[in-house]
């Protein structure tokens, strides 16, 4: 599917805007969570069956599911509202309360889930230092303790994170992912993978999504991202896990009604969107050149693995704020990750025009420091 080259954020939407081809707007990088749903998607919706997903359960979540775990090559799903619901379920029933969670440093689960894994999963954590997201391994095994002692909590979780949001969308190396994995197992512990852009890591990677969900006992992603649909996200692990987890998710207020229409949604995802996510990376590396090109500190195009462009505003006269103001101003959206750093994320609604002209913008604004 070609990406779109119409810029993408209305300054006002009448209600009989079409959400698919939607009139001139600004070109929106702050996320792909903005994506909207393709006509397949809502076509596919109208036609959702509106069982009880929390009753008998219903026939298109249970479809959006059963996919979900063969992509993934688990035994079982559940759909939920979102990741990070996600990983808190995943949290709560692999863990219960009281353990110890291992994360890299600078997780989703500890930078950016309002502390839920303490103050609603009730689990203390250990950061790890990583690499462009990945925890050194000996360290990993240094911080492990297998059960409780009188000073210290038992390691209860693992849990690994590609694309690795923080570190600019990199796709942690199966290799890696496998060495995580088999300390894990040596010690009885769970590995958790909050792959909330699963398959921007597997394509980046070359490999299924199966490849990288081998190495955890359960994962998350996220359908509402790069692929589109409008809400939700996917647990998968065993069948026993995905009972457990559909308990929890009932406890924390995630249980779903008629929720046919959005898994009618994720299923078209699944099916139609994971190739194209190639385009988004070409971008992403296209975007990282122009602004390369403009100031060798603002980005390294070599470290643009997937569809996150983080750029460096050190060097520069303003600060990461006041140049997304500055951005906006021109008809350019994007997230001030830092105070100097800004965060670009493409997606199906940004093509080679978009990035030409925010590469402009950006020239425009950008004023070296001395």
């Known amino acids: 599917m070609p990406a779109l080259c119409v810029p993408r954020v209305p300054l006002a939407e009448s209600p009989a805007m079409s959400p698919v081809t939607p009139p001139a707007m600004a070109i929106d990088l702050r996320s792909d969570t903005v994506t909207r749903p393709t006509d397949a998607m809502l076509d596919a919706m109208r036609g ?7 009753r008998e359960g219903d ?14 090559g688990k035994e079982a799903g559940l759909f939920l509202v979102s990741g ?18 291992v994360c890299e440093a600078n997780s989703h689960i500890l930078r950016s ?15 790890i230092p990583g690499t462009r997201g990945a925890m050194d391994v000996d360290v990993v095994g240094e911080a492990i303790n297998p059960s409780l002692l009188p000073n210290r909590l038992a390691t209860a ?21 496998a060495a995580v994995h088999a300390l894990a197992r040596a010690h009885g512990i769970p590995v958790h993978i909050d792959g909330a852009r699963l398959f921007n890591a597997a394509v980046a990677l070359g490999v299924d999504a199966a490849a990288i969900a081998a190495h955890g006992d359960s994962v998350t992603f996220c359908i509402s991202k790069g692929l589109s649909a409008p809400v ?45 996510l190639a385009d988004d990376h070409a971008n992403a590396r296209r975007l990282a050149a122009s602004l390369h090109r403009i100031d060798p500190g603002l980005v390294d195009p070599a470290r643009v693995e997937t569809n996150i462009v ?37 997606h199906r609604h940004i093509g080679a025009a978009d990035i030409e002209a925010a590469a402009a913008a950006f020239r425009d604004v950008w004023r070296p420091r001395g």
């Open 48 to 54: 959702a069956t509106f069982g009880d997903d929390s």
């Open 59 to 72: 026939p298109t979540v249970i479809r959006l599911e059963e996919l979900a775990a063969r992509r993934t």
């Open 84 to 101: 990070t619901m996600g990983n808190l379920v995943a949290l709560l029933a692999h863990a219960g309360r009281g353990g110890e969670v």
């Open 113 to 127: 889930e309002l502390g839920g894994i303490a103050a609603l999963a009730g689990l203390f954590h250990r950061a």
């Open 157 to 177: 979780l693992i849990c690994v994170e590609t694309t690795h949001n923080d570190a600019g969308g990199a796709a942690l190396p199966l290799a890696h992912l």
């Open 232 to 276: 939700g996200a996917v647990l998968a692990g065993s069948r026993d896990f995905i009972a457990r987890a559909r308990a929890w998710r009932r406890m924390v207020g995630g249980n779903l009604r008629q929720s046919g229409m959005l898994a009618a949604a994720g299923i078209v995802a699944l099916e139609t969107m994971v190739e194209r």
């Open 310 to 346: 983080q750029v460096a505003t050190r060097g520069g006269e303003a600060s990461a704020a006041d140049l997304v103001a500055a951005l906006k101003a021109r008809g350019v959206l994007a997230g001030a990750w830092s105070k100097s750093v800004i965060r670009l994320v493409t």
